[in-house]
Nanobody, 123 residues
């Protein structure tokens, strides 16, 4: 089992930045891939970014490439999502996910999920 707790969401103006954090507990953190997903109002949840257990491999969906950076600190059991140059279309609930299987650069299955944190970008 893995328990996940996200933090760092909030309200920001377009062009601003936020950093999301997700602290994990339970299974040894340094052994599994972590991901961030998001769900905008009225839309399905979508993949945003993922990072391998070592931190060497990172994956991003095209809309966030060059603006978002995923990283992890295995000593702190925490994964981060640094979001820069935010746009109103980035408004969503952001979910942290753990023990993800990546196929073709996209997590196709994650076993554990956090409760989500709201990110709102005003124009």
């Amino acid at each position: 089992q893995v328990q996940l707790v996200e933090s760092g969401g909030g309200l920001v103006q377009a062009g601003g930045s936020l950093r999301l954090s997700c602290e994990a507990s339970g299974r040894t953190f340094s052994t599994y891939t972590m991901g961030w997903f998001r769900q905008a109002p009225g839309k399905e949840r979508e993949f945003a970014a993922a990072i391998s257990w070592s931190g060497i491999n990172t994956y991003y969906t095209d809309p966030v490439k060059g603006r978002f950076t995923i990283s992890r600190d295995n000593a702190k059991n925490t994964v981060y999502l640094q979001m820069n140059s935010l746009k109103p279309e980035d408004t969503a609930v952001y979910y942290c996910a753990a023990v993800c299987t990546v196929v073709g650069g996209t997590p196709v299955n994650c076993q554990f999920w956090g409760q989500g944190t709201q990110v709102t970008v005003s124009s």
